[in-house]
């Protein structure tokens, strides 16, 4: 795997230009979301998430908050992918089986 340092301890860019928490496979969106989502401190993430370090969850952060604009697009483009994936993918079988079963 190709490295691209980014100037902050702790985060790389990878083949792909995606900013990725060193010695790991965990995306700074990653982190973000974790943040949003569940509204964790970076204490909570390290616990949630014991191969992070402290040090890495504050770059990683820091690292967001310097490139917002940026990874906030990229999120948004990553969530409209999964939208559209939900939308083109028929319903299996065995969830129409269910939902008959449910009443629905």
């Given at each position: 795997m190709t490295k691209v340092e980014t100037g902050y301890a702790h985060?790389?860019?990878d083949e792909r230009q995606v900013p990725v928490v060193d010695d790991t496979t965990t995306k700074v969106i990653e982190i973000v979301l974790d943040?949003?989502?569940y509204g964790w401190s970076p204490e909570?993430?390290?616990y949630q998430h014991?191969?992070?370090t402290l040090g890495q969850v504050h770059s990683a952060l820091a690292y967001?908050?310097?490139h917002r604009a940026e990874l906030d697009a990229d999120i948004a483009r990553r969530l409209e992918y999964v939208?559209?994936?939900?939308?083109?993918t028929p319903?299996?079988?065995f969830v129409?089986?269910?939902r008959a079963l449910a009443g629905r």
């Open positions: 985060i790389f860019l943040q949003q989502a909570e993430m390290v014991p191969y992070l967001y908050w310097d939208d559209e994936l939900h939308r083109n319903e299996p079988p129409a089986r269910l």
